[in-house]
């Protein structure tokens, strides 16, 4: 009987021309990318809040200057 070769098995992941990319290393990828999208959202939504704050401050009405109105007898002349 001829002798049997084994073929190698294949890895599991993304199996390109040259190279391959494991599953792991795809999963790590995906993992840090989510992550860095949550902490900046988080971080917008901070920023905006602030930014909103401000402008409430900028515009609040004791900040805002006095308008001399008229006198209702000044009116009626």
């Known amino acids: 009987m001829p002798p049997i070769t084994q073929k190698p098995t294949p890895t599991p992941g993304l199996n390109l021309l040259l190279f391959s990319i494991p ?6 990828i995906g993992t840090a990318s989510i992550l860095m999208l949550l902490t900046t959202g988080n971080v917008t939504v901070k920023a905006l809040e602030s930014l909103g704050q401000a402008s409430e ?3 609040r ?17």
Do not use: K, V, Y
């Open 23 to 28: 599953n792991s290393l795809l999963l790590e």
């Open 57 to 59: 401050e900028l515009f």
């Open 61 to 77: 009405g004791d900040r805002l200057p006095i308008l001399p109105f008229p006198d209702d007898n000044e009116l009626n002349t």
